[in-house]
């Protein structure tokens, strides 16, 4: 009986391109998954993949990702939201964009594929699948990277929804209980990255009134991703889970837009890719 192989993205907004580097890596080398589970912008990343479309992800990141109506101050000034989620899930990746998904071929991938969001009444976690994606309508991933203060929440059907991160940062525990034997997670921070709640704490304090659960959720947020750590840490020793993250981040941050520091991080994504194919023998 062969094992059931899944990969899980947490995202980690421009930080996203290291991720975008193994996945090409990964198309290049013919190295499958049997399941896929995208945080924010790994969701993106992973529907690529799915499709097929090597190099995809890296031009959302490194080059459409420089221009103004991607992300900066004036959408969220016009259309309160730092970034355009839908100018680059709309605009940039519907069929008739400039860079479209090739749906058709995402669609006959036999793997399956899970998008986090999280409920902002509830704060609680949804997991979208593959038959809440049609051709042209991709909300759910708009959803998964709304980032709070920095977005609106975003709308699928009648819930609103924030970004994944809030109410499952590092998904492990939700491939395995899918059936996982075998898991690589797709850090953007090094490894031992131990993250601190002040700019949560204050993010929060800005939603509390009106969506506490996720205001409290957002505040834990560094905490959950700690220990999520911790215990891909101890599958990893028990040889169930391959962590695959970069050594350092070439000064690229969540918002940040450094062509040249992109284009390293994605260079280092590449070559770590390379570290997969022994772990899934």
Do not use: W
């Not at 969001?117 to 990277?145: L, P, R």
């Not at 491939?175 to 997670?185: E, N, S, T, Y």
């Not at 002040?198 to 959950?224: G, H, T």
């Not at 169930?240 to 050594?247: G, N, R, S, T, Y």
């Amino acid at each position: 009986m062969s094992s059931k192989i899944g990969v899980v993205d947490v995202g980690g907004g421009y930080r996203g391109i290291y991720a975008a580097g193994v996945f090409d890596y990964c198309m290049d080398n013919r190295i499958s998954f049997d399941l896929g589970i995208g945080v924010s912008a790994g969701s993106a990343n992973i529907i690529s993949y799915m499709a097929g479309q090597a190099g995809r992800n890296y031009r959302f990141y490194a080059e459409y990702g420089l221009r103004k109506e991607y992300a900066g101050f004036k959408n969220f000034l016009t259309k309160k939201s730092f970034i355009d989620l839908d100018y680059v899930y709309g605009t940039l990746s519907n069929s008739d964009g400039e860079d479209p998904l090739d749906y058709e071929a995402f669609r006959r991938n036999p793997m399956e594929f899970l998008v986090v969001a999280t409920e902002v009444e509830t704060g609680k976690a949804k997991y979208f699948n593959k038959d809440d994606v049609s051709q042209d309508d991709y909300s759910i991933m708009k959803a998964s990277c709304t980032i709070p203060v920095f977005c609106h929440p975003y709308a699928v059907k009648d819930s609103l929804y924030y970004d994944g991160a809030l109410s499952d940062p590092v998904p492990i525990e939700k491939a395995f209980h899918m059936g996982c034997d075998k898991v690589v997670l797709i850090l953007t921070l090094p490894e031992n990255t131990v993250r601190t709640s002040d700019k949560d704490r204050k993010l929060a304090s800005v939603i509390r009134r009106k969506y506490p659960l996720s205001a409290e959720n957002l505040a834990r947020r560094a905490q959950r991703y700690n220990e999520c750590i911790a215990l891909a840490q101890s599958y990893a020793a028990k040889g169930k889970l391959l962590i695959v993250a970069p050594d350092d981040t070439c000064g690229v941050k969540t918002l940040n837009r450094d062509a040249n520091a992109l284009h390293r991080l994605y260079e280092k994504g590449y070559r770590d890719g390379a570290k997969i194919a022994s772990f899934l023998i």
